[in-house]
């Protein structure tokens, strides 16, 4: 229940903030963040002043910053405005090992765990505008290997540790991470295109697990390379046609885990010709994803350490073929 005339209960608070009674009554006990009444010395009334401190609170742990610190912070008031034409930010040192609300995130950037906070409080609000701070702040690829994927993989470990709990914070998250990735992925101009052939993405047949090859997207978008995204699961007969109907400079196939990976459908894509006699070309093939380790891959398959390496070897694929030579001359 609530009194407007009182002010809010603790119950109330919590459900607007996103976070638990329990967070509330922790950050009054070791911080001194509490209602500033209490109706017959127990019952707790948040006024609009106390909450106005709390959302402060929830901001400053949403970007990263450790909870004292925050709270220290949200009591003093808001910081003043840094002065007009001040440069970026320096990079934050990295912290040691702690909490982001209970998930496995290790040594890792504060916006990681100011990530993994927002997602647990399940903050939409918070987790979008910290995507798109660190992606304008850092870059894409950045943001992508210290921040995006540190804390989806720790709050997958999370769930896998958890029984049933977390999930809600897992798929929130992962669809917020896929919404910023895909608003970064600007296409490059009609012009652009011309002639170029296109990276061609997709998941092995069984593979649901598509944010990495996002992340691909988006970064080579940044890099005016023309993709076709194809997504979670394609089928090997639809890969086949997608190939030979597009002619691809590079296949990239992502498989998160070992039985996703399918080393015959590699060797397949990879031996894939077109082209009229004497012209011929067939497209480099990249397989992806950590369910490759250790898989026998066929000769001339590109295996890319990461985002990053993945990003290098596609812009010189792609720069090659776009300057009317097959990226991959059919030898046979």
Same mark, same amino acid.
């Given at each position: 229940?609530?009194?407007?005339?009182?002010g809010l209960?603790?119950g109330a608070?919590?459900?607007s903030?996103?976070?638990?009674?329990?967070?509330?009554r922790?950050?009054?006990?070791? @911080?001194g963040?509490?209602?500033?009444?209490?109706e017959?010395?127990?019952?707790?009334?948040w006024?609009?002043? #106390?909450?106005a401190? %709390?959302?402060?609170?929830?901001? +400053?742990?949403?970007?990263?910053?450790p909870?004292?610190?925050?709270?220290r912070?949200? +009591?003093?008031?808001?910081a003043?405005?840094p002065?007009?034409?001040?440069g970026?930010?320096p990079?934050?040192?990295?912290?040691? /090992?702690g909490?982001?609300?209970g998930?496995?995130l290790? &040594?890792v950037r504060?916006e990681?765990?100011?990530?993994?906070?927002a997602?647990?409080r399940?903050d939409?609000?918070?987790?979008d #505008?910290l =995507?798109?701070?660190?992606?304008?702040?850092y870059?894409?690829? *950045?943001?992508?290997?210290? !921040?995006?994927? $540190?804390? =989806?993989h720790?709050v997958g470990r999370?769930?896998? *540790?958890s029984? #049933?709990? @977390?999930?809600e !914070?897992?798929? +929130?998250l992962?669809?917020?991470?896929?919404?910023? =990735?895909r608003?970064?992925?600007?296409p490059?101009?009609?012009?652009?295109?011309?002639?170029? $052939?296109?990276?061609?993405?997709a998941? !092995?047949?069984g593979e649901?697990?598509t +944010?990495? %090859?996002?992340? %691909?997207?988006?970064?080579?978008?940044e890099?005016?390379?023309?993709?076709?995204?194809?997504?979670?699961?394609?089928?090997?007969? &639809?890969?086949d046609?997608?190939?030979r109907?597009?002619?691809?400079a590079?296949v990239?196939?992502?498989?998160?885990?070992?039985?996703?990976?399918?080393?015959?459908l590699?060797r397949?894509?990879a031996?894939?010709?077109?082209?009229?006699?004497?012209?011929?070309a067939?497209?480099?093939?990249?397989?992806?994803?950590?369910?490759w380790?250790?898989?026998?891959? &066929?000769p001339?398959? %590109?295996?890319p350490?990461?985002l990053r390496?993945?990003l290098h070897?596609?812009?010189?694929l792609?720069?090659?073929?776009?300057?009317?030579? /097959?990226?991959v001359?059919?030898?046979s």
């Amino acid at each position: 229940m609530t009194d407007s005339a009182h002010g809010l209960t603790t119950g109330a608070v919590a459900r607007s903030l996103g976070v638990s009674p329990t967070t509330l009554r922790s950050w009054d006990r070791r @911080y001194g963040i509490g209602p500033a009444a209490r109706e017959g010395g127990r019952h707790r009334r948040w006024t609009p002043g #106390d909450v106005a401190v %709390l959302h402060e609170m929830c901001r +400053l742990t949403s970007s990263g910053i450790p909870p004292a610190e925050a709270a220290r912070a949200a +009591l003093a008031g808001p910081a003043p405005a840094p002065p007009a034409g001040r440069g970026p930010l320096p990079r934050p040192a990295r912290r040691p /090992p702690g909490s982001g609300n209970g998930l496995p995130l290790g &040594a890792v950037r504060q916006e990681c765990r100011g990530l993994g906070r927002a997602a647990v409080r399940l903050d939409a609000w918070a987790v979008d #505008d910290l =995507l798109a701070s660190v992606i304008a702040r850092y870059g894409l690829v *950045t943001a992508w290997e210290e !921040v995006m994927a $540190p804390t =989806l993989h720790a709050v997958g470990r999370k769930w896998e *540790t958890s029984g #049933d709990r @977390y999930v809600e !914070v897992e798929h +929130l998250l992962s669809w917020h991470v896929s919404s910023a =990735l895909r608003r970064a992925a600007v296409p490059p101009p009609a012009g652009a295109r011309a002639g170029v $052939p296109p990276v061609l993405l997709a998941c !092995v047949p069984g593979e649901q697990h598509t +944010l990495a %090859l996002e992340a %691909l997207a988006a970064g080579l978008a940044e890099l005016g390379v023309p993709t076709l995204m194809f997504g979670p699961a394609v089928p090997p007969d &639809a890969l086949d046609q997608a190939v030979r109907r597009t002619g691809p400079a590079a296949v990239v196939l992502w498989s998160q885990a070992r039985s996703t990976a399918n080393p015959a459908l590699a060797r397949h894509v990879a031996d894939t010709v077109w082209g009229v006699r004497g012209a011929r070309a067939r497209p480099a093939v990249l397989p992806t994803g950590p369910g490759w380790t250790g898989q026998p891959l &066929a000769p001339g398959t %590109l295996r890319p350490g990461g985002l990053r390496d993945a990003l290098h070897l596609l812009r010189g694929l792609c720069g090659t073929a776009g300057a009317g030579r /097959p990226a991959v001359p059919d030898q046979s």
